[in-house]
């Protein structure tokens, strides 16, 4: 039995072993039979660098193993040989050691699937350097000089290349580098759009220097109308209005609800966000905004301002309703600089509280602090107001000032210039509010200059100076009267003297009944919208104070008001900024 055993098992052994030396004779006869049909393809292997003739570069254990597992080793499970022998019972023989053997040591099929498996590595790493000499890979210090001086419609497009594009446009320190720059062009933004009969929210934006209109939707303000804007730096603040409560988004005054709310538009990245809202609603709040440093003090009077009681000067030409603690008077009467230092007119400030902010933010680099001044307007009941109350970018905070007197009138115009916020009255009366010290004063000037009525008067700052546009009748032959013989002229006041002289004449005819005037740094640009022959049309002229003619120039000759209702003559305001 013992015998009997040891023999079928040598059997066994030598069954195995001539199955092995078979399957090695018919893999060697296969590769020898395919040695003739590579050439080139061997060539390029060769050139890649990788040696496809012999597994010891990629075996496991080292040396060539034929017919060894290598489907396993390229991920293909239909490639692993099973075998019912153990370990101990294969037998590979190493018959390729080196690479200058002249035939191909690889099992039938795997050879090709690992050339692809290389070569479309190889294609990959190609096609990645094909790429990356098509993209120009620049740090972003360079980027951003470089995205900084594209223009506005360029930027908007650049933003929407990648993801990386769209935050290095929108970092407080690029746009403080591009606020900075000097590749900003003006560009007017209009509001108060209404088509339809309803208040379509939108915003419609030229780029002066191209000529070209842009729309944008805004639908935080669909269906509010009668607000007013100002602009500071890169942002636009829309502040108060109205909207109709029973017919919501059209333009109803028969019942609406009045605003207090404050909105901030930034064009550049063309965000919302809401400010502070005012103590009271208003409905066309005269606005006025400044930059002030950074150590400004908010004043606000104790006493009751229903009460309170303004002082006449002793000093003639001064308004019998205001103090004049600037002796604004005597600059006129005695044609000479006054000392702002001198104590001896100034109000008694014991009547004032003054309000200290600090905060660190302010000294921040890129940080400008700036006030919001609104008076006037209509009320929550349609009243005319004549109180006022200004805004802290700082604190974010409103806080009243003081009311004007009743027989001032009802504020049509105002503006900041030279840190005092000009208003001019129905009434043909002109008065500053001094932004730093917190109180009104009076301003006497000459003639003022005349107007028609149904015109009210326009105050504009440009580069120091304060002008007024108002339309008057023609002088000179043509009965008075008539309406075709009205012009609309430019007036600028000596704020040394006080006096008003004409210094341009605008060449349209007055046909707006309520046009949107608006400067920034040297030039003046109006708005004009009015309906005739049953189509609204626009008309946008700019005028440059700092030619000596200062004539004034079309600069949109692209009608965008064909589509809207003629309540938007009324209803329109408009804000420039430089982008």
Known sequence: MFSESVSEEALRQDFETLTVSKRLVRSVSQKL?????????????????????????????????????????????SYRRRSSASEEGKVYKSICGIEDNNFDCFSYGVREKFWKKNNRKDLDLEESVRNSRMHIFLPDDILEMCLVRLPLTSLMNARLVCKKWRHLTTTPRFLQMRREGSCQKPWLFLFGAVKDGYCSGEIHALDVSQDQWHRISADILRGRFMFSVASMQDDIYIVGGCSSLTNFGRVDRSSFKTHKGVLVFSPL????????????????????????????????????????????????????????????????????AFDENGPSLLPNRRSYKFIRQRSEQATMKGCKRFVLIAVGGLGSWDEPLNSGEIY??????????????????????????????????????????????????????????????EYYPKLVSCNGSLFLLSVSWCEGDGQIGRRNKAVRKLWELDLMYLTWTEVSVHPDAPMDWNPVFVADRNLIFGVEMFKIFGQVLDFFTVCDVSDVEMNWSHISRNHMAHELDASSCMTKTMAVLHL
């Open 33 to 77: 039979r395919k040695k003739n049909h590579r050439g080139e393809g061997g060539e390029e292997d060769k050139v890649r660098g990788v040696s496809l003739k012999c597994l010891t570069l990629y075996g496991r254990g080292g040396g060539c193993k034929v017919g060894a597992d290598t489907g396993e080793e390229l991920g293909d499970p």
């Open 392 to 453: 802290d970018s700082l604190s974010n905070k409103w806080t009243e000032i003081q009311k004007l007197p009743i027989d001032f009138g009802v504020v049509c115009a105002g503006v900041v210039c030279n840190g005092m916020f000009y208003v001019c009255s129905e009434n043909d009366k002109l008065a500053g509010y001094d932004i730093e010290r917190g109180f009104w004063i009076g301003i006497q000037t000459s003639a003022f200059p005349p107007h028609v009525h």
């Open 269 to 336: 990245t063309k965000s919302w966000r809401k400010a502070s809202s005012m103590k009271f609603a208003r409905s066309m709040p005269i606005l006025g905004i400044s930059e002030v440093c950074s150590d400004f003090s908010v004043i606000q009077s104790h006493q009751n301002r229903h009460d309170r009681q303004f002082p006449r000067s002793r000093v003639g030409g001064v308004s019998d309703v205001y103090e004049d603690p600037h002796r604004l008077s005597l600059r006129r009467q005695y044609r000479n």
